[in-house]
């Protein structure tokens, strides 16, 4: 397979530091198609990517979801692969992600950081937080992802606009993964090499604030996917908030002939509320199960 079949998507805000090496080292391997989808810099990131020889896209919003949204539609080529423009990944590894894809093996492949880390790359909080986060996913979606925030990763033209994109932020990883999961697309990991940022250059991730905003989206995202985990967690959470108002009930009025006769009402309507919800997502499971088979179909066949 040709390089001018491979688009190399870099999103940027900010990179000056490192946008140039990133950019001269993949030319360096044969790669033209270079396009730097830019968040609106306001340094010299634009001016430098394109002195470089890389095309530019000036995205309209904010955001880096919003950002690759608004740009994959004007990608012509069969396969995109995508990098942060931070420095903190090799373009050296692209073969190996690429790999899959062009062989037919994958529709969507993940480049794996947690598998050689150089030291300094990962703060022990920020590791801390992957690995919940990968674990939370794992529990979910029933699949062993080991790095669904990686943001090298490489997937066909095809495959990625098939997806139902709408996160806005840093969001944007873990929604790609979980939308090709439920559209049936092949998935792997390949390990990769991350190492410390350039000097010089700083995070836009928020550990706390964006971490967060991740586990939502995974838990959101779950109540089409997984139905008995979302409704089953609300409903055994409804169901305990119930039994406890009972406990509470039951001991006043053995022990002291005390009767709460709005807290009874209480209790019932906890405890139904409780079982109706796992109900729903008895229903809603077999019915995700059947949309998993019928997308997983419709796409084999449109392969």
């Known amino acids: 397979m040709s390089h001018k079949d491979i688009c190399i998507l870099i999103p940027t805000l900010n990179e000056e530091k490192s946008i140039q090496p990133v950019i001269r080292e993949f030319q360096e391997l044969g790669y033209d198609n270079i396009l730097v989808v830019d968040g609106h810099s306001?340094?010299?990131?634009?001016?430098?990517?394109?002195?470089?020889?890389?095309?530019?896209?000036?995205?309209?919003?904010?955001?880096?979801?919003?950002?690759?949204?608004?740009?994959?539609?004007?990608?012509?080529?069969r396969y995109i692969l995508l990098i942060d423009g931070d420095g903190t990944y090799l373009p050296h590894d692209a073969a190996r992600i690429l790999e899959p894809i062009l062989e037919g093996q994958a529709d969507h492949v993940v480049g794996n950081r947690l598998e050689n880390i150089q030291g300094g790359a990962i703060k022990r909080l920020n590791m801390f937080g992957n690995k919940m986060i990968n674990r939370f996913f794992a529990a979910i979606y029933r699949v062993q992802l080991h790095d669904i925030l990686s943001g090298y990763r490489a997937f066909t033209t095809e495959g990625i606009r098939m997806l139902d994109l709408s996160m806005p932020g840093f969001e944007?990883?873990?929604?790609?993964?979980?939308?090709?999961?439920?559209?049936?697309?092949?998935?792997?990991?390949?390990?990769?090499?991350?190492q410390p940022r350039s000097a010089g250059t700083k995070t836009k991730l928020h550990p706390f604030r964006d971490g967060l905003k991740i586990i939502l989206t995974i838990f959101?995202?779950?109540?089409?996917?997984?139905?008995?985990?979302?409704?089953?967690l609300m409903g055994s959470f409804v169901g305990l908030l119930g039994f406890l108002v009972g406990v509470y009930v039951a001991r006043d009025w053995l022990l002291w002939r005390i009767e709460h006769?709005?807290?009874?009402?209480?209790?019932?309507?906890?405890?139904?509320?409780?079982?109706?919800?796992?109900?729903?997502?008895?229903?809603?499971?077999?019915?995700?199960?059947?949309?998993?088979e019928m997308m997983r179909e419709l796409y084999r066949k449109k392969r």
């Open 42 to 77: 306001t340094d010299k990131t634009v001016e430098k990517a394109r002195a470089s020889g890389a095309k530019v896209f000036i995205q309209s919003g904010s955001g880096k979801g919003q950002a690759l949204k608004e740009v994959f539609g004007h990608i012509k080529e």
């Open 220 to 232: 959101r995202m779950a109540k089409t996917e997984n139905p008995m985990f979302y409704f089953g």
């Open 261 to 292: 006769i709005p807290l009874t009402i209480l209790t019932a309507i906890l405890i139904i509320v409780g079982i109706q919800l796992f109900m729903i997502g008895m229903q809603g499971d077999m019915m995700a199960s059947m949309h998993r």
């Open 172 to 194: 944007i990883e873990s929604e790609m993964t979980i939308e090709s999961v439920k559209k049936g697309l092949r998935i792997i990991e390949v390990p990769i090499t991350y």
